[in-house]
């Protein structure tokens, strides 16, 4: 499987994004996007699972980040409203075999490129 993410970019504080991730197959359960800051570990943001679609989020993005699915297209998406400062990162789709959402960077099988989001004050 191949995780194709895109959707990066600059944006002023306030503003929104979407991110995708385009996958080459579905041999897995559950899809999910993570970040990375300078100096930072990578971060758990939001995940889904495919049948059913059921989300999760993390505190810190909760309210303002919507990730969804696309099954016909084998595409996941992350809604990125509100965006703040604190919001610039790579950005990483990833993909599990787990039938639920980790967030933990070692459950995930696949990992798309990244996608740079920048948020200016």
């Known amino acids: 499987v191949q995780l194709q993410a895109s959707g990066g970019g600059l944006v002023q504080a306030g503003g929104s994004l979407r991110l995708s991730c385009a996958s080459s197959g579905r041999t897995f359960n559950t899809m999910s996007w993570f970040r990375q800051a300078p100096g930072k570990e990578r971060e758990f943001v939001a995940g889904?699972?495919?049948?059913?679609?059921?989300?999760y989020y993390a505190d810190s993005v909760k309210g303002r980040f919507i990730i969804s699915r696309d099954n016909a297209k084998n595409t996941v998406y992350l809604q990125m409203n509100s965006l703040k400062p604190e919001d610039t990162a790579v950005y990483y789709c990833?993909?599990?075999?787990?039938?639920?959402?980790?967030?933990?960077?070692?459950?995930?099988?696949?990992w798309g490129q990244g996608t740079l989001v920048t948020v200016s004050s």
């Open positions: 990833a993909a599990s075999r787990s039938q639920l959402i980790t967030t933990s960077v070692v459950a995930y099988d696949y």
């Open positions: 889904i699972i495919w049948s059913g679609g059921s989300t």
